[in-house]
């Protein structure tokens, strides 16, 4: 069955300190779908990375980057020198060829602190 | 731009009326998705469809109904809210099917009184 986890329900670390946000996910499939969102203190849900299971690079979007493992089946998120506007809930999520949903982790709250 | 629209964004309502949300987008994605976010629970999926006059139940759909007569929107109805549906309520869309990336609307915060 598929599951998405996210052990660290809150973090907060000081502003332009680097954060990694961990998920981790379980599933049968070999072909799968991985998802990043965004979801700041207003409450919208911003997208921010898709990567499927045979895209192992690691990929790097500004002050953002991913790190996927399938050894692991972890699919972990940095935040390079953090700024107050990251503070915000993220999650992780999974999707399976075949299956008609997309699993979410619980997500992880993320404190910049000034 | 494309975008989609929830409304309303906040309603207060009784105990065993019946509500409905709105989703509207203009991505024309064909499919299109509600979820509820609760404290502890992250996003829960309560109906999705995959085009016009196709629905189908998600994880938490006890309660819920969705109709499908267009493109552009996908109606949530409570039929009889109770209290344990006071929540805030996602709709996505997506072009492709659940592998393809989905984008929400800004929610709609619901409080069954």
């Known amino acids: 069955a598929q599951k998405v986890t996210q052990a660290q329900t809150e973090i907060s670390v000081v502003e332009k300190e680097d954060v990694t946000l961990d998920c981790v996910y379980e599933?049968?499939?070999?072909?799968?779908?991985l998802f990043w969102y965004k979801q700041p203190p207003s409450g919208e849900l911003v997208f921010l990375i898709r990567?499927?299971?045979?895209?192992?690079q690691n990929e790097i979007s500004g002050r953002y980057s991913w790190n996927f493992q399938k050894s692991t089946s972890s699919f972990n998120f940095t935040i390079t020198a953090s700024q107050v506007v990251d503070s915000a809930v993220y999650f992780c999520?999974?999707?399976?060829?075949?299956?008609?949903?997309?699993?979410f982790g619980k997500g992880t709250r993320l404190h910049i602190l000034p | 731009d494309a975008e989609i629209t929830q409304s309303p964004r906040h309603k207060i309502t009784e105990t065993g009326r019946q509500v409905t949300l709105a989703c509207h987008q203009t991505?024309?994605?064909?499919?299109m998705f509600w979820y509820r976010q609760d404290l502890g629970h992250g996003l829960r999926l309560i109906h999705y469809?995959?085009?016009?006059?196709?629905?189908n139940k998600g994880e938490v759909s006890d309660g819920y109904s969705v109709s499908r007569s267009n493109t552009e929107d996908l109606p949530l109805t409570l039929e009889s809210a109770a209290s344990s549906q006071t929540s805030v309520y996602f709709c996505?869309?997506?072009?492709?099917?659940?592998?393809?990336?989905?984008?929400f609307g800004p929610g709609t915060r619901l409080t069954v009184l």
């Open positions: 599933t049968r499939d070999t072909t799968y779908y």
């Open positions: 999520a999974l999707s399976e060829i075949g299956d008609d949903k997309i699993i």
């Open positions: 996505a869309s997506s072009y492709g099917g659940v592998t393809d990336t989905q984008y």
């Open positions: 990567r499927n299971s045979f895209d192992e």
């Open positions: 469809s995959y085009g016009v006059q196709d629905t």
């Open positions: 991505w024309n994605h064909n499919n």
